[in-house]
């Protein structure tokens, strides 16, 4: 369960505050309820029937002044604290520049290395370079607390240090048109090693983190139908189904035959799915994305055999 | 009845004029029918609004989508927002109880401008029209929720233009009453109504009133700047044409965060009047109620930017910010600390008023505490534009407004229609109404804390337990208001007739028949002592 996962720094610092408001919260709500459920009940008119007639009491108005406002202060001096940490990137960041356009996320890292899921080691500080390419959306890390917005015309940051090895939603989090709730994609954190060899090696350099990403969801392999399996261990079921559920991208079930829309180089196409679509569609995906999804999916390096057993599992589908 | 030996005026309700029927009704400008004009247009549109989050919530049931498209439930959200906004919860208790009661509850016989009063309602039914034209003309129904920020605003193709242009239209309605009640305070009261004998209810009237007068200008000018942006392609707000969006979610809030209390002060008002009644004794600490609307009313015009901590302003506004919207909390938690005083040592008759009283305190504390939650910084940067905010504002907005306006509504009922509603079956609503409130509004907190986004079509499928169970809750809450309103509506018809003074009341409504005649007063009474002034007495 990703609930209230702490997989940042932030996401602890956050957190720290959120507790001590949810604390005050209960007990003051408890409190209130409490007493309006004891007053009912002491003072109905059957038990009292005669009310006292009391104006007021300004020790009383005084108490619950000042001992709200303490706490109230105390709360937005704690969240200022936790905040400015949070919003603080260090000097030694790495820094990544994040676009956001209708409806899709792309990060450049220094080197000029760009991805559209996000790759981060673990316990080194990132800081995001947060820009827009058209209309404002929100940069959002559920898993580790930290959110802001990608405006027009500016260049907002923040920053984060995963503390656990995981993938973890981007949401954009401002209403930015038709498929808003598609715009997605992941950070994956994994050990430094991987990701230093992904980074600085050359352009076939492996993605890192596949093996866990895919071992997370799957563990047996070995039981299933060869087409799934690969699809399982290259990560494709994280976005595709294959039971007709909405994901990140369309389902697989029933997909070979489906006649669709697709854009290709600006404009929409309608094809019918076969073979060679296919295998284009694994091989560079970028070329033809379905109409209504967004282009999220990265590169995916299969042999031949392995395309051959997709392929064909995708069409018993 | 017909304890009034002298009832010379008849009720307001029996055409007098030369029009009768509907024509009398939508030529009136007595401030009670013009209260029961925007009752019946309110309540429709809130049946509307309540019916489009029905449809939202049925697409949230599945992971998969096929009732709508993505564009409609887009444009559904949208239009769910402006609806409940600008035409329930803004004019809200004002346009209705405000209208019907201010006069009676300083002892007028009508408010200071009777004929502006009536053209506010026509204003108000102006912008409604325009909304419901805007879905079915131009590019289609806006898509851009209730917000309308820039620059998705100023790019869709869907007809923002016009939708824009009734929320004009809308403002215009709401600063014409804001004139209204503000004149008819400080002119119309009856001899010996100083301002501390007034009503707790005149004085959250009157703090709305400044609010609604100083801040709608500013969202009708931001607006017209959309639409001449829209139309002449001036940059003001477009970065791409020297523009900057941020100006644009400045002066949005700097109307749309005081609005919040446009909204939510006029409920205060009628819980401070519901629960002395039933309480029968003086409500605990007037002044401290009197000053606190007063002080909410400004300070709550100074937090605005508390919407935008993570657009990226300044490390010196978020700190300023986040400081004054926790001051802002205080005057609310000293209206709770007095009201749950009042019923100290009180004779307490417990009746439906009461209880939808006491459920709007509970359910506002909550809406409060999930507020405070954000303006702490640390929080607000994970719970930001995720549900979170959506189950805040809806504790606030419906748990708070939207209870208050019930409690209200059954409180003052006797008084408008002359006759009584069935207390069990409104107790029988009670329990759907609130078991399927919180279901639905406190599964959307957790579903915030998870990291749900708002305005999502489709959800990931970590969140779909919750959203299942927030479903189900609008169906216990839609059945619960349908029992609510159905009791209402027969009791209009078939009910029996109400009492003068059915609970017991002191302020100067309960003491002329029910419904209350043409002008209000037979002789304009003279004031002499407060409000709430209950004669130290036996119960019965």
């Known amino acids: ?317 | 009845m017909s304890t009034h030996a002298s009832t010379a005026q008849p009720s307001y309700l029996v055409d007098t004029g030369a029009r009768k029927g509907l024509m009398a009704w939508l030529t009136s400008t007595d401030h009670k029918r013009v209260g029961l004009l925007y009752l019946y247009s309110m309540v429709s549109f809130f049946f509307v609004g309540a019916g489009i989050g029905l449809v939202m919530r049925l697409v949230q049931l599945t992971t998969f989508q096929k009732l709508i498209s993505a564009q409609t439930y887009n444009a559904l959200f949208t239009l769910h927002g402006v609806i409940m906004i600008f035409l329930f919860v803004v004019p809200g208790l004002p346009a209705v109880f405000g209208n019907f009661f201010l006069p009676i509850l300083i002892g007028a016989k009508d408010v200071a401008f009777p004929r502006l009063n009536l053209a506010s309602w026509y204003f108000y039914m102006a912008g409604a029209i325009l909304a419901i034209l805007a879905l079915f003309t131009g590019g289609g129904a806006p898509d851009t929720g209730w917000t309308f920020y820039a620059p998705f605003s100023l790019k869709t193709g869907t007809n923002i233009s016009l939708a824009v242009f009734a929320a004009f239209i809308l403002g215009f309605s709401s600063m014409l009453t804001a004139i209204n009640f503000i004149t008819t305070i400080h002119r119309l009261r009856a001899p010996g109504m100083t301002w501390f004998r007034m009503p707790l209810m005149s004085w959250a009237l009157y703090s709305t009133a400044w609010i609604q007068l100083l801040a709608t200008p500013i969202l009708a000018i931001t607006l017209v700047l959309v639409i001449l942006e829209r139309f002449f392609g001036i940059g003001i707000f477009d970065p791409a044409k020297g523009g900057d969006p941020l100006l644009y979610q400045h002066l949005f809030w700097i109307y749309s965060h005081p609005a919040v209390y446009i909204m939510i002060l006029p409920a205060m008002g009628a819980i401070s009047e519901i629960i002395p009644t039933f309480a029968r004794r003086t409500i605990f600490g007037y002044k401290a109620i009197a000053f606190s609307s007063m002080s909410i009313a400004g300070v709550g015009s100074l937090v605005w930017a508390h919407h935008m901590f993570t657009s990226g302003l300044s490390g010196l506004a978020l700190m300023t910010f986040s400081l004054l919207t926790m001051i802002v909390a205080v005057p609310s938690a000293i209206k709770v600390f007095n009201w749950v005083s009042t019923l100290y040592k009180g004779s307490i008759d417990f009746q439906p008023p009461l209880f939808f009283a006491l459920s709007f305190i509970f359910l506002f504390c909550i809406g409060g505490l999930t507020g405070v939650m954000q303006g702490a910084l640390a929080i607000n940067v994970h719970i930001h534009d995720t549900y979170f905010i959506v189950g805040h504002f809806h504790y606030v907005m419906f748990g708070g407004t939207g209870f208050a306006f019930f409690a209200a509504l059954l409180y003052w009922f006797p008084k408008m229609f002359g006759k009584m509603y069935s207390k069990k079956a409104i107790y029988a609503s009670w329990y759907p109404m609130f078991i399927g409130f919180n279901m639905l509004y406190f599964g959307m907190l957790i579903l915030g804390m998870m990291g749900m986004p708002r305005r999502y079509y489709v959800h990931l499928p970590q969140y779909h337990s919750l959203h299942v169970v927030a479903t189900v809750g609008s169906w216990l809450l839609v059945l619960g208001l349908l029992i609510f309103f159905g009791t209402l509506l027969y009791a209009i018809f078939k009910g029996p007739k109400a009492e003068d003074n059915p609970w017991g009341g002191v302020t100067l409504e309960w003491t002329i028949p029910s419904p209350p005649p043409l002008e209000n007063f037979e002789e304009i009474p003279i004031v002499t002592h407060g409000p709430y002034h209950f004669e130290p007495q036996e119960g019965k």
């Not at chain 1, 007639?53 to 936790?82: A, K, M, R």
């Not at chain 1, 820094?95 to 899921?117: C, L």
């Not at chain 1, 995001?128 to 929100?138: I, K, P, T, Y």
Request: proline letters at 6%; charged letters at 20%.
């Open chain 1, 1 to 317: 369960m990703e609930w209230m996962n702490q997989a940042a720094l932030s996401a602890q610092k956050s957190d720290a505050v959120f507790f001590y408001v949810f604390g005050l919260s209960v007990v003051f709500l408890i409190f209130i309820t409490a007493l309006m459920i004891y007053f009912v009940v002491r003072y109905s008119k059957k038990r009292h029937p005669k009310a006292e007639q009391i104006e007021g009491h300004v020790g009383l108005e005084i108490v619950w002044t000042t001992v709200p406002l303490v706490l109230f202060l105390s709360i937005f001096y704690y969240g200022w604290t936790n905040y400015e940490y949070m919003s603080q990137a260090p000097r030694d960041a790495m820094v990544v520049k994040v676009t956001a356009r209708q409806w899709s996320w792309s990060f450049e890292y220094p080197n000029g290395k760009q991805s559209k899921v996000l790759f981060a080691p673990i316990n080194k500080p990132m800081k995001m370079e947060v820009r827009s390419a058209d209309v404002v959306h929100g940069f959002f890390v559920p898993s580790f607390r930290i959110k802001i917005d990608a405006v027009p015309s500016r260049t907002n940051t923040t920053w984060f240090q995963a503390t656990k090895f995981g993938s973890y939603d981007i949401e954009c989090t401002v209403i930015c048109g038709v498929d808003h709730s598609l715009m997605l994609s992941k950070v994956i954190v994994v050990p430094e090693d991987e990701f230093k060899a992904w980074y600085f090696g050359g352009e076939d350099a492996p993605e890192p983190g596949k093996s866990f990403r895919a071992g997370e969801a799957h563990p047996g392999l070995k039981d299933m139908p060869q087409g799934l399996a690969v699809l399982t261990a290259k990560g494709c079921v994280a976005c595709h189904s294959v039971d007709g559920k909405p994901k990140v991208g369309p389902t697989l079930k029933a997909l070979y035959g489906r006649e669709q829309q697709i854009l290709v180089a600006g404009a929409y196409k309608n094809i019918t799915v076969d073979d060679a679509y296919l295998r284009r569609s694994i091989t560079s995906p970028m070329e033809q994305v379905v109409r209504g999804y967004p282009p999220a999916m990265p590169q995916t390096r299969l042999t031949e055999q392995e395309l051959d057993e997709v392929v064909r599992y995708i069409k018993g589908l």
